[in-house]
């Protein structure tokens, strides 16, 4: 099944021009069977999202995007996280400590939201965000480099904010998911494979050497 695992709803993201209802209407007729909502700095929507998927079956789960000093790092897992900056590999310490599971988000996006060079410093993360619906081909491309050379997990997320976003890129994991406890599960076996969607369905990115560029509508 498909998930798209970097999300923002606009209660806790203040950029965000996206409700719960119509993130998840337009993750329905794209074929998503979950999706998380990874707000900035805040897991304030977890209860929102639990009430939402037990009134209507489907998957929502709650991370953050976590700020760090060096970078956007995605976590899952947690119930605590620090209000205020501080420095990546301090965070993932955390985050492992909790039991949780985190990722690189967009790590070459040319923002200085991304954690960069300092991938080859930090230890701990599981993965890197390898398609991003937000960031640049050439930055996805070299954040696949990265990940291979690390041998660390790839995912794909759209980190949508506005509905024509929803759903670009995701996250193939090959077991069905319904439950937050079957996500982490199937996070920490690492046989997701990101994907990004085109022609009306998701195309999986088997390998690094696939041509981004050429296969992948403008991100």
Known sequence: MFIDVHMHEMTYSKDSFLKLDEIVRIAKEKG???????????MGFKETAKEYTRQTGFPVFVGIEFYSLQGDIVAFGIDDYPKERI????FINLVKAQG????????????????????????????????????????CRKAAEYAENLKLYTLGASDCHIPGKVGVCATYFPEEIRTFEQ??????????????????????LHSYSSPIDENIDEL
Do not use: W
């Open 183 to 204: 996500f982490l599960a199937a996070f920490r076996k690492g046989n997701m494979r990101p994907a990004y969607y085109k022609n009306g369905s998701y195309h999986i």
């Open 87 to 90: 420095p990546a590999q301090d």
């Open 32 to 42: 998503l069977g979950a999706l998380c909502i990874t707000d900035h700095d805040s």
């Open 100 to 139: 949780g599971v985190c990722f690189a988000a967009h790590p070459f996006r040319n923002n200085r939201r991304g954690l960069e060079e300092h991938l080859l410093d930090v230890k701990g993360l599981d993965g890197l965000e390898v398609l991003n619906g937000s960031t640049s081909k050439a930055a």
